[in-house]
């Protein structure tokens, strides 16, 4: 083969060559592109809705979570985890209703419980407030004011708001676990943001500024 043929030939062999390394590039970055979730690609929709399973779920594991204090004599622990309860049913018929004006239909999938001693269910109590509070909510708060959408950015704000009080007062009922026996307790419960306190703090929420004198009193 003269050399000019030789040429030719390694030319066509190298072409060949990058394009087979190419092609496996391509396939490389299809693989991960399906195993990897695009977590940056969620909408403020998606978010939302994200929230509202959670806080539905949270919903229905304190009313549980609240049975078993209560059958471990635990009263003031019951009483304060059906007024998380109620607080997080505010939240996820906010969330709801920012879904709605968004054209969305608000879906939620609701889990068994597990549920464990009264101590051991205040301390999962504390880490999932404590998640939303520190994590998921500024997360979610970001992206709703990157998409300038006002109600979301609403709904985000007050519910990680009210969840870092949540777990304050979940913290507080384990540190004083042995004192949370006995009769249940009276908390109060903002129907705007779901704050929950165990006094009226004055004239109007500390967070959401609603009056309240529409709390709504849990025991």
């Keep these: 083969m003269d050399s000019k ?110 549920v464990k001693s009264t101590a051991e269910n205040i301390q999962s109590s504390i880490d999932g407030e404590t998640y939303e509070s520190t994590i998921m909510y500024p997360e979610f708060l970001a992206k709703a004011k990157l998409d300038k959408i006002s109600g ?10 009210a969840e870092t009080v949540h777990a304050n007062l979940y913290k507080a009922a384990l540190k004083n676990l042995a004192s949370m026996k006995g009769d249940k307790k009276d908390f109060y419960v903002c129907p705007k943001c779901g704050n929950v306190v165990d006094m009226i703090p004055g004239p109007s929420c500390p967070i959401c500024m609603e009056d309240t004198k529409l709390f709504i009193l849990i025991s």
């Design 5 to 114: 043929k030789r040429g030719v030939f390694m030319n066509l062999k190298n072409v060949f060559a990058i394009s087979i390394v190419l092609t496996l590039f391509v396939c490389a970055g299809l693989c991960m592109a399906q195993t990897i979730p695009d977590t940056a690609a969620k909408t403020t929709l998606d978010n939302l809705m994200t929230a509202y399973n959670g806080e539905n779920n949270a919903h229905v594991k304190y009313l549980a979570f609240a049975a078993k204090a209560d059958e471990e004599g635990y009263g003031k622990v019951a009483s304060l985890f059906r007024a998380a309860s109620r607080a997080e049913q505010v939240h996820f018929e906010w969330h709801a209703k920012v879904i709605k004006s968004l054209g969305g239909t608000p879906t939620a999938t609701i889990e068994t419980p597990v």
């Design 152 to 161: 979301a950015v609403d709904a985000f704000e007050d519910a990680q708001a």
